[in-house]
């Protein structure tokens, strides 16, 4: 028998993988750059530190997926029966739970700044003969690197479903709505460059509840697939339509009376567990066979299935 | 509440642009207050930079570091109220809101950071002694910084 776990891709997989790779290349050295233009002017605006956080943390998740990649391809072995998939759900918690830790510290940092009323100082800077408020500094690289995350955003939301990549997805989605960060980091210099110090507190609260936020919705998408919730879709937006697939397939066969599904997303590939009660007390091995064979056959993520022959069908699993 | 920040940020631009709003601008107006008025200075003696002779109110301060404050009040059309103390008890006066400025034998490597606002290095100051010598301000007083600073830029070389 072949082995079980599927470790290669199709050519549509193959080929979506390449591009998201590359993005994600991309997006570490877009992400180097403004983190290094921001070094230089981040000066005492509380809100433009919290942005700068966020921007090293942004490199979490990339870090966590090319480091997946190289284990995910690795086949079943006696050691690893069900193959190194779940190393991208550990890399996505990981991911979560620094975006969760550090959001809190910044959103705390940000609250006590606020009700120890510390005003925040903005100086100027000596360029050319000119002294010049550091503050439109600040408003000058904010606008400069707002396009970068829109363009990588939308790539990468383009190539997650393809490849039910969950860490990918959410990469995808704070890329997306990474502008609200810069124009709040924004509104809090020139909050300060008008005299409402408050608002450099406000707009940096603002943005470590964001990164809080980030932190929760992906720490609890990692656990729940971690401790094997059934197969969602890749934005966990409802249970994924493959399982009512295979019980409908496996039902149409003329020897299978009743049919159920446990299925568990192992990142990017599920574990299908598929139960069936027979017509009648007899089974023939073929048949089984060509049941498995028909179930992986349906979708590249579906390679790792068994069939169970049963008298009746467990609870638990979707019929 | 993406729209409430574009909206916010809209309203500021505009507030920027059409109120005659200058920026930066001091939360607690320490500038406005001072240009005509009074510069209440706490200086702290420090060899070669600031000296004092007598104490309360006949004190006399004098070097280089207050020459060149008296040239910033002067353009600011302000008259100098000298405080002279110890660093700390002039922070505490800075942050209590009783002083607007400490000069002293203060480094780019000062402590004070988080208690008041720190002015750029000077290492041109006359008496600095390659030391990059910084002012105190009121922490988030940014105009007054603004103008200090742009004062020292064409003073010290």
Redesign the interface.
Known sequence: MRSMGRTDLPAEQQRALRKATHWVWFTIAYTSVTITLIAFVVGGSQAMKTAWIEDMLSLIPQIAFLISLLFIRRAPTRKFPYGLHRVMGVGHLVAGVALLAIGGNLAIESVSGLLAAEHPAIGTVHVFGQTIWLGWFMVAVMILVVPGPFFYGHAKAKLAPVLHNKVLFADADMAKADWTTTVASIVGVLGIGIGWWWLDGAAALFISLGIVWDGVKNSRSAVLDLIDQRARTHDDGKPHPLADRIVHDLEAQPWVRRASVRMRDMGQVFHVEAFVVPERNRVRLDQIEAARRHVAGLDWKVQDVVVIPTTSLPPETQD | ??VG??V??AV??V??TGCG?T???????TLDRITGGELRVGASPSAGLVATIGEGADVEVSGPLPALIEGFAAEREARIAWTVGGEEELVDGLEAGDLDLVIGGITDATPWVDRA????GYPGLPGADGRSIVLL???????L??AL??FL?GEVK
Do not use: W
């Open positions: 509440m993406r920040a574009a916010l940020a500021m631009a507030a920027l709003l920026v930066p601008t001091d939360p607690e107006g606002s720190v002015t750029r301000l009121p922490l988030g007083e940014n105009a910084q603004s600073e742009t830029d």
